[in-house]
């Protein structure tokens, strides 16, 4: 091995090589390095947007729900929440109730979800209510006895909605009179607004308490489900199963994953479409290195033939430029994985790329490089690299020395 490693250096770095292999060499080792660069950000920049997501989601969403969907309501939600809560694995546990009303300020409408909640429970486990950036999250009713409403920055900027001012809430669910159905309408005072950071609860939600969401619904005292925070999102579909059985027949768990499952399948998917099409690109970066060896091995052939003379065996002469191969290509490698986590640390420390969040519910690209990857990702450039070196290699062995020197 030292003297194959000793002659795959003097023919790397020999400065009486041809100009032109000398610039192939550079393509090659170019090559790898841009693939592996390109096939880090791209898996960063995914990882990313499925962690950013995730976290954004869970923090305004919750982990497991509980319902009836053979019935209206949940008239025993106190109590169904007092029991389900002692499940072990539950962090709390808060009712709600959801309803669309159209709300409206100074001729200006817009259709919004309005979620009634527990204004002593729900402030401790959404991060919504926990980042208000106007006003506050308190749903004290004014001394004019209207009650408050939060709602998102994205609807407050549309609306041009301030802390203090006062909408109308107008809710489908209206109420019989002589003259027909009639929607019931609210005044509610804008008590504060939150950015929570995804664009979908920034524009469209808001929230009540939820005995005005009773009376905007025009319900009594229930609940449309009982929402649970859990110490592991990860087992949220076994603790729904277990919830739904402790909570009894007709109640159905709907988890984070069944809400989300197309947004987070399209994110693995196209990280897998990611990762096939811009390996493509070492693929090609491999040609480059079986080329460097080919012309390797014509430039050499003399050099060849007369270290076989002087008794070198075969498989010295493979050996040889098989690490001249692996040397291409490791370099090449460990050039892009610096290149790539570098710059994908950089472009998801600094935001150097914004995003419209009406579109991609992020403000920027969020980069988040997975170490991990390093592994497989060199692994594979590594075995690219060695495949290329097989075919050069072997030809190189086969050189016949007595045929090439007869003439010399």
Avoid: C
């Avoid at 030292?2 to 020999?14: N, P």
């Avoid at 694995?89 to 001729?107: F, M, N, Q, R």
């Avoid at 489908?172 to 995804?198: C, E, K, L, N, V």
Wanted: hydrophobic share 50%.
């Amino acid at each position: 091995m030292r003297f194959a490693w000793l002659l795959a250096r003097r023919y790397l770095r020999s400065p009486n090589r041809p100009a032109v292999l000398r610039l192939v060499t550079l393509l090659a080792v170019v090559g790898v390095a841009s693939g592996v660069a390109t096939l880090v950000i791209a898996l960063a920049m995914n990882s990313g947007f499925r962690i950013t997501l995730q976290d954004r989601l869970l923090g305004v969403t919750a982990h497991v729900s509980i319902s009836r969907p053979g019935s209206e309501a949940l008239s025993n939600y106190s109590e169904l929440a007092e029991r389900l809560g002692r499940v072990p694995g539950v962090k709390a546990v808060a009712p709600a109730i959801y309803i669309t009303v159209l709300l409206s300020s100074g001729g200006r409408a817009h259709g919004v979800v309005i979620k009634g909640i527990d204004p002593v429970l729900e402030p401790k486990r959404n991060e919504a209510l926990q980042r208000v950036v106007a006003g506050t999250a308190d749903f004290t009713p004014d001394s004019k006895g209207f009650d408050s409403v939060v709602v998102g920055k994205m609807l407050a900027d549309d609306l041009k909605l301030r802390p203090n001012d006062y909408v109308m809430l107008t809710s489908p669910a209206g109420h019989m009179t002589p003259f027909g159905m009639i929607p019931r309408s609210q005044r509610f005072r804008i008590s504060g607004i939150f950015d929570s950071g995804f664009y979908d609860y920034d524009a469209n939600w808001g929230f009540v308490t939820l005995r005005a969401a009773q009376n905007l619904a025009g319900v009594g005292d229930v609940a449309s489900v009982l929402e649970f925070r859990i110490a592991d999102v990860d087992r949220a579909e076994e603790l729904g199963v277990q919830l739904a059985r402790e909570a009894g027949p007709g109640y159905v768990a709907t988890t984070w994953m069944d809400e989300n499952r197309a947004l987070f399948r399209a994110l693995r998917l196209e990280k897998l479409v990611t990762a096939l099409f811009i390996g493509l690109i070492t693929f090609v970066a491999g040609l480059n290195i079986l080329v460097v060896l080919a012309m390797t091995v014509s430039d050499r052939a003399r050099d060849i033939a007369v270290l076989m003379a002087m008794g070198a065996r075969r498989q010295q002469i493979q050996r040889i430029f098989v690490l001249l191969g692996i040397a291409v290509g490791a370099f090449g490698t460990a050039l892009g994985l610096i290149a790539g986590y570098s710059l994908a640390w950089a472009a998801g420390t600094y935001r150097l790329i914004p995003l419209d969040p009406q579109i991609y519910s992020v403000p920027f690209v969020p980069f988040q490089p997975n170490p991990t990857d390093a592994l497989w990702i060199a692994a594979a450039a590594l075995a690219i690299s060695i495949s290329s070196t097989l075919l050069p290699a072997r030809s190189a062995s086969r050189i016949q020395p007595v045929e090439l020197l007869r003439y010399e």
